[in-house]
């Protein structure tokens, strides 16, 4: 699932509930597609507090945990999984740091300068390496090999 064929990587990416409200999911797929990457698949869907929680599971112990839960499933998501060379490091890189409010200054060519407001509201997710993006595909998609493709979750 992490590599396709001719040596691509794929990786997880994500438009969180306010990249979504605030209408960056256009821009952001443009910023996607001049970036060379492959959109294989895409899902709208409204994340339930269960599938938050399970999503972030690494996070379950953190004190923000709550707090981030309640932001995932304040609005619908899209899912994509991103095709390309390096796909995990080129899309973290294109997303820039997790304090959207940091990335401002430090990465304002960033997605998350673009779109993010602070260290919590920070519009995108991207795997943070080719074991995450493995376990994040087979989260939210199966049968991605044969392009055969269907969401393990309700879409809505
Ligand atoms: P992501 O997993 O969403 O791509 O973000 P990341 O790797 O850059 O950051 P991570 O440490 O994995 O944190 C996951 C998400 O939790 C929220 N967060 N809030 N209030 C806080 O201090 C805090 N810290 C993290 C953010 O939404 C972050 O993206
Ligand atoms: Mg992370």
């Known amino acids: 699932l992490g590599n396709g064929a001719s040596g691509e990587e794929r990786t997880l990416a994500m438009v969180k509930p ?18 060379s990457f492959s959109i294989v698949n895409e899902m709208f869907t409204q994340l339930d ?11 379950s112990s953190r004190s923000f945990f709550p707090h981030l839960v309640t ?41 998350r300068a673009l779109c993010g407001k602070d260290s919590e509201r920070n519009c995108v997710h991207g795997s943070d390496s080719t074991s995450s993006a493995e376990r994040e595909i087979k989260f939210f998609f199966k049968n991605v090999v044969s392009g055969d493709t269907a969401s393990q979750h309700d879409e809505l």
């Open 18 to 35: 306010d990249g979504v409200s605030g209408n960056y999911t256009d821009e952001i797929k443009r910023i996607i597609v001049e970036a």
């Open 49 to 59: 507090k269960e599938t938050a929680s399970a999503f972030y599971e690494e996070h």
């Open 71 to 111: 932001y995932m499933t304040s609005g619908p998501v899209l899912v994509m999984l991103l095709e390309k060379r390096n796909a995990v490091s080129d899309w973290r890189r294109l997303i820039g740091p997790t304090d959207a409010g940091k990335a401002k200054i430090s990465h304002p060519h960033s997605i």
